[in-house]
């Protein structure tokens, strides 16, 4: 297996959204590109991540290779990565260890690491297609904002999207709170968008704690989706370009 | 009460 990215800046940023939520995780090798799925160590959340093969400046797999990487330890060696670096990762058939090459834009520096792999008994899940009953699309930036407003002021928040908004309300001990967001009339940006697509209302409660560790994905899209059904999980969705593919997070419904 | 279910419960393993 042998792929390389121009930028080093993707990789960085992946990882930075996912690294509080899971500790190990296998990157799934395939002709298609390179996938990962983990869930947080609750079992309540998921990471489901793709970068297709037509994403990668060169993107080389014989054959489907898994690649168990302890994230804090790939962490390290992606620090020593420029952000305008160049990456390249290989693996071989024995999958014991993965090698990643940074150069810079003007290939007069050249750094290679070697990470060790280990074997990581992961569950994986299978996500049905889901036809969801509200699709929100908002700025990532007021997706962020929200969360960790909210989130000083109580554990959990309701969400309830109607055609005319979307309602992020939170109870909590010292007070409560709430932000309401309609879609927008006059657009300027296309990132400033909020854009509700509607097939019933709904209303449901989630932990905070995990939509503000989603919201570490931010600085991968201006935007973001968030994708709603009665008593099923959210799906919380940043894509990484159009052909390139998406980080989605899943979190399970708070019921009463 | 305020339940918070495994994700398995929802999506199945593969």
Redesign the interface.
Known sequence: FEARLTQASLIKKILEAIKDLVTDANFDCSPEGLSLQA?DS?????VSMVLHAQGFEMFRCQRAVSLGINLASLTKILKCAGNDDSITLRADEKGDKAEFVFESQSQDRLSEFELKLMDIDS??????DTKYSAIVEMPSSEYRRICSDLGVMGD?VRISVSKESVKFQVDGDIGKGSVCLHPSSVVDKPTEVVKISLEEPVDM?F?IRYLNYFAKAAPLSDTVTLSLSKD??LQIEFKFGEQMGYLRY?L????? | CVQQQELKNYFGRK
Do not use: C, N
């Open positions: 869930m609750s079992h309540v959340s998921l569950e994986h899940l299978g996500i049905p959990t409660i932990s099923f999980p899943y399970a419904p708070k019921i009463d």
